[in-house]
């Protein structure tokens, strides 16, 4: 009995000491915009991307749209509207955007995409800056997408923009 009680604090133990060894949240900063994900990932760059991260299981990038640069769309243009263009422009039919963080927050939406024999899913995310949209793409593989979600919606809502 001992050593049945001795061995299941021994296992408690090692949990204990193990489950805070994930990663750790970091923040990356560029061109006014930061986005917190984990140590995980890795800046680098991208051309057309105001801030690009890779990982083992994922890609971030976050590109910033200046409004007068917009054909169709102005300073008075709501945050949908520039979400639909987006949805429109990448031709996803079935794709329907939703929100997160309420008025002038976050929409978003995802979708599923084969490419170069690979099955891949991206969690998009747009936001609404002073003189800019914002697109959040996030993507894995569509296997991992699942265990990987609620961290993506949590990344993609701490973009932080018009950063002085």
Not at 26 to 48: L, M
Request: charged share 25%.
């Amino acid at each position: 009995m001992k050593r049945k009680i001795f061995s299941i604090l021994l296992i408690a133990t090692a949990l204990f000491v193990f489950a805070g060894c994930g990663p750790s949240a970091k923040t990356f900063t560029n061109d006014g915009i930061s986005i917190t994900a984990n140590d995980d990932f890795k800046q680098t760059s991208k051309d057309g991307h105001s801030l690009y991260l890779e990982s083992d299981y994922a890609t971030i990038s976050v590109k910033r749209e200046k409004i007068a640069d917009l054909s169709g769309l102005d300073e008075n243009s709501p945050l949908r509207d520039y979400t639909d263009s987006v949805i429109s422009n990448n031709s996803l039919t079935d794709v329907t955007a939703q929100n997160f963080g309420g008025t002038g927050g976050y929409d978003y939406f995802s979708y599923d995409k084969a490419e170069d024999n690979k099955e891949l899913t991206y969690f998009v995310t747009t936001a609404k800056g002073s003189d800019s949209f914002y697109l959040v793409t996030i993507q894995s593989k569509k296997s991992d997408f699942k265990t990987y979600e609620e961290n993506f919606k949590t990344w993609a809502k701490s973009l932080k923009y018009d950063l002085k």
